[in-house]
C-alpha cells in the first residue's frame, strides 16, 4: 500500500518542533523561584508581563514600524482562533454587528467560529483579484448593508464594559493568505484602513505567516530581505495622521503555533492600548488568569535568549523554502503539462538592498514599487514568497470536479488535498456562485508537513490521479 500523503494538513512538521529548545526555557523558569513564582500563578489579565515585552521588541524588529511597539498594544492569547472569539464577545453583537466579512477563498474552519457567536447566516465573501482583497467590491458591499441595516444600539451589551462595539468584522490573512497564498498589495492595504474607518469596521488579520519568507527565486539569497509588507494595525496607527478614535480599526491576530509548535498554545493580540486593556479583562481572564500563563513564561525565555530568532533563521525558513521550490518545480514538471495553473496572484515585490553610494554602503529599504538597487544603481524588483501554502487551478475539462478529484484521490491514491468548494464563506449564496467560476475551480496545497520527496510524489499522484480521470 502507497504510503498516506495529506497535502491538505496545515501542520509543520513534528521534526521541526523546537523541543529542546522549549526544554531549555522551562528549566530556565522551573529551577528559578522567583521565575517559577511568576509563571504558576494566574496570571494577569493581559498575560506574562516578560512575554509581552519580548513579543512587543520582536514584532517591533521585525516589521520595523515607525515608533516602535510598546508591550500596551500586546496581550497574550492562547491562540488565534480562541482569540478571534474572544474579539467577538467583547466587541460585537448581532443585530448591531451587521456583518462579518471574510476573503474568499476563506480560511474555512474560521466560519464555525463566527456562527458559534449568533452570526449564522451574517457571513459575507469578499472576492480576491490580482492584488489580494477586492476593495471596491467590499466598499458596494458595505454601503448595501448599511442601507438595509437598521440604526440600532446595541441591547444586550450594554454599559461601560462594552464601551465599543463594532458595525462590521472584516476578516482575513493579508501575507501568504490561507488559502489562497496571496499576498494583499500595499494600496489595497491602506484603503482598506481609511475604509474600515469610514464604516467603522474592525479589520482582524491572522498574521501568522508573515515571518515564513524567502525570495521567489530559488537562486536569490535571502540574506538581505527588505522590511515585510506592513501590517493592516501598523498601517492604522500611522496613516492619514493615525486612527480616528482610541479604539482604532485594526487588530493583528498572532500565533506561535506555525513558528514553534501548535501545541504550546501561545498567540498574541496587537492592537490600541485602549482596544488590548479591553480585550484582555474578559470575565474569563479576570477569574482564571492569563489562558497560558505556563506556556508563555516558556516562549518568552525562546525570544529573549534569540533561541527562537536562530530557530527561524536556521532551520524553519530554509526547510520551507527547500519545501517551496520542491514543490514549485513538481508542479512545473508534473502539472502544468496537464492544464494546472498556480493562481497566487501577484507577488509581493520588496528590495533586497539600496545602495547610497560613497563609502556608505548598501542599506535595508524598499519603496512603493519594491526595487533593489545595486553598486552600479541599477535597480530590479524581487519577488518574495513564503508562507505554508499555494493554489492551483484545475485543468478546464476537469475544473468543476474538485469535491470528486479529491475524493478519488484518497480512496485510490492514498492522497489527500483540500478543494476549492471547502473555502466557501459558509451560508453566502453569493460566494458560493463566485466559486463556481472561480476559486471553487482550485486545489490548495501545503508544503509544510511532508519532506521534499514526499511532495514531489503527492504531485505525481495528482498528475496521475488527472490522467486515469481522463482516460
Known amino acids: 500500500m502507497s504510503k498516506n500523503i495529506n497535502l491538505q494538513l496545515g501542520w509543520p512538521s513534528p521534526s521541526l518542533f523546537p523541543s529542546s529548545h522549549l526544554l531549555d ?12 513564582a511568576a509563571a504558576l500563578v494566574y496570571g494577569p489579565d ?10 512587543a521588541k520582536w514584532l517591533g524588529s521585525f516589521y520595523l514600524p515607525s515608533g516602535g ?20 464577545a ?7 454587528t451587521r456583518n462579518i466579512w471574510m476573503i474568499e477563498p476563506c480560511y474555512f474552519l474560521a466560519c464555525p467560529i463566527f456562527m458559534d457567536h449568533g452570526f449564522q447566516g451574517l457571513l459575507k465573501g469578499v472576492p480576491e483579484d490580482e492584488e489580494g482583497l477586492d476593495i471596491e467590491y ?28 463594532y458595525k462590521h468584522i472584516i476578516y482575513g490573512t493579508p501575507t501568504f493568505s490561507n488559502p489562497s497564498g496571496k499576498t494583499m498589495s500595499l494600496r489595497r492595504r491602506e484603503a482598506l484602513v481609511r475604509l474600515a474607518r469610514e464604516y467603522d469596521a474592525l479589520v482582524i488579520t491572522d498574521d501568522v505567516y508573515d515571518v515564513l519568507r524567502w525570495p521567489a527565486d530559488e537562486h536569490t539569497s535571502s540574506a538581505h530581505l527588505g522590511t515585510p509588507p506592513p501590517r493592516i494595525v501598523d498601517l492604522d496607527r500611522t496613516l492619514d495622521r493615525g486612527p480616528k478614535d ?45 489562558p497560558t500563563q505556563l506556556t508563555a513564561s516558556f516562549v518568552h525565555e525562546l525570544l529573549e535568549t534569540g533561541t527562537l530568532e536562530n530557530h527561524l533563521t536556521d532551520l524553519i525558513i530554509p526547510t520551507y523554502r527547500t519545501r517551496y521550490h520542491a514543490m514549485m518545480k513538481a508542479i512545473g514538471e508534473y502539472l502544468i503539462p496537464l492544464g494546472f495553473a498556480i493562481s497566487v496572484g501577484r507577488a509581493y515585490e520588496e528590495s533586497l538592498l539600496t545602495y547610497k553610494g560613497g563609502t556608505n554602503g548598501y542599506t535595508n529599504g524598499h519603496t512603493n514599487g519594491y526595487t533593489n538597487g545595486d553598486a552600479n544603481g541599477h535597480t530590479k ?21 474538485g469535491a470528486e478529484l479529491a475524493a478519488i484521490a484518497l480512496s485510490n491514491l492514498h492522497l489527500r488535498f483540500a478543494y476549492g468548494d471547502m473555502m466557501q464563506v459558509n451560508g453566502d ?33 495528482i498528475a496521475g490521479l488527472i490522467q486515469l480521470i481522463r482516460s
Open 25 to 36: 526555557g522551562a528549566s530556565n523558569v522551573l529551577n528559578s523561584s522567583k521565575k517559577t
Open 46 to 55: 493581559a498575560g506574562y508581563d516578560p512575554l509581552r515585552e519580548s513579543i
Open 69 to 88: 511597539i510598546s508591550s500596551e498594544r500586546i496581550c497574550v492569547t492562547n491562540g488565534a482562533s480562541a482569540n478571534l472569539g474572544n474579539v467577538l
Open 90 to 96: 467583547r466587541f460585537t453583537e448581532p443585530g448591531y
Open 138 to 165: 467590499l466598499r458596494r458591499s458595505l454601503e448595501a448593508s448599511e442601507k438595509e441595516a437598521s440604526q440600532q444600539s446595541p441591547n444586550i451589551k450594554t454599559g461601560d464594559r462594552y464601551a465599543k462595539m
Open 246 to 290: 482610541e479604539w482604532g480599526n485594526a487588530m493583528s491576530n498572532g500565533s506561535f503555533s506555525k513558528i514553534i509548535a501548535p501545541g504550546v498554545r501561545v498567540g498574541w493580540a496587537e492592537a490600541s492600548p485602549a482596544l488590548t486593556l479591553a480585550l484582555s479583562t474578559l470575565g474569563s481572564n479576570r477569574s482564571g488568569g492569563c
Open 381 to 401: 524588483s524581487i519577488a518574495v514568497a513564503g508562507g505554508y501554502f499555494t493554489y492551483l487551478t484545475l485543468p478546464d475539462d476537469v475544473s468543476s470536479r
Open 429 to 461: 449564496d453569493g460566494s458560493i456562485e463566485r466559486g463556481k467560476e472561480g476559486y471553487g475551480k482550485g486545489i490548495r496545497l501545503c508544503w509544510a508537513w511532508h519532506p521534499e520527496d514526499e511532495i514531489v510524489e503527492g504531485i505525481q499522484r
